[in-house]
């Protein structure tokens, strides 16, 4: 990941080092976004209570609790660098919106545990025809017999653009097919298509009969 700078200027976070013609301030190097990106996932999504963090129906907990506890219960004190500006940056600027800021919260917009019992209220997509969600070669046969379900997250991941449904596919093996999904179909059986972000949308379930087509990347 890109280097996050603040410009001394207007404010504003950015990727760039210069921002309003002026040199901008470093904020958190390449290496260590990225890292405090995946551990924020990992806190917001999957297992708060790994550092006590308090979060509610919706997903939220207090940025400067987020901070004060990952300084001091993650990692053998290996975030005392860690500050409420660096979290800020990392979320804003986040290139999938995996976060949301408000008033002093933080949540993760998606992708929670079951478990978590996380309850957020998303818009209804309405419009979109074709959905993309990207798997293995091998988990294929089972997904055309039984459909893409959530496993251990509360919804299923669907994209707008088969590019992110490659790039989330390849994590887990390098022989991937993009699923081409009819998205009225969703809706005529009685799912929802939720929107999560500008790229990503959410569905309780997808029916064998709703995938449209397999497509090999490589074609």
């Not at 907990?61 to 219960?73: F, M, P, Q």
């Not at 600027?93 to 995996?98: A, E, I, S, T, V």
């Not at 995938?211 to 090999?216: G, M, P, V």
């Amino acid at each position: 990941m890109r280097a996050i700078y603040r410009c001394t200027i207007c404010g504003a976070y950015t990727e760039n080092s210069i921002h309003c013609g002026s040199p901008a301030k470093l904020v958190i190097d390449g290496y260590l976004r990225s890292k405090l990106s995946h551990l924020m996932t990992y806190l917001l999504r999957h297992n708060p209570k790994v550092i006590n963090l308090l979060m509610d129906n919706e997903g939220w907990v207090g940025i400067d609790e987020l901070v004060n506890s990952i300084r001091t219960k993650w990692g053998f004190k290996s975030y005392l660098w860690l500050t409420r500006e660096h979290v800020m940056a990392v979320a804003l600027l986040d290139p999938k919106g995996r976060f949301e800021v408000r008033d002093g919260m933080i949540r993760a917009r998606y992708g929670h545990d079951k478990s978590l019992n996380v309850n957020i209220k998303y818009e209804i997509d309405n419009e979109v025809k074709t959905l993309y969600h990207g798997t293995t070669r091998s988990a294929l046969t089972q997904i055309m017999r039984e459909g893409i379900k959530p496993m251990n997250r509360k919804y299923v991941h669907l994209v707008l653009d088969p590019r992110d449904a490659y790039e989330v596919a390849i994590r887990h093996g390098d022989d991937v097919v993009i699923l081409r999904i009819n998205a009225d179909c969703l809706r005529k059986d009685g799912y929802q298509v939720l929107i999560a972000t500008d790229r990503i949308r959410l569905v309780d379930y997808v029916p064998p009969h709703c995938i449209e087509s397999a497509i090999d990347p490589r074609d």
